[in-house]
């Protein structure tokens, strides 16, 4: 389980960084995939119903939605 874990949290970590990088129009699957990685990291940490960090939940649509944070350093259109 230590390897799942581990394996899960490097994912998570990759993931968001994907997710600050990718346009707008292209982070909505990495967000829902990323919060089913903090899902099943919840689950198995004994968290049952995935509880989720409410700020990382609120960062990850933000982010999928391309919020104010997610386009930080591009020019205002």
């Known amino acids: 389980m230590a390897d799942r874990k581990a394996s899960l949290e490097a994912l998570g970590e990759v993931l968001w960084a994907s997710i600050q990088a990718a ?3 292209k982070r909505a699957p990495l967000a829902a995939q990323y919060r089913a990685t903090l899902s ?3 689950d198995l940490d004994g968290k049952k119903g995935g ?3 409410p ?3 609120i960062a990850a649509r933000r982010a999928a939605r391309g919020g104010a944070a997610a386009g930080k350093g ?3 259109v």
Request: glycine share 0%.
């Open 51 to 53: 509880k989720v960090d």
């Open 23 to 25: 346009d707008p129009e």
């Open 40 to 42: 099943e990291l919840a």
């Open 74 to 76: 591009r020019p205002a």
């Open 55 to 57: 700020l990382d939940e």
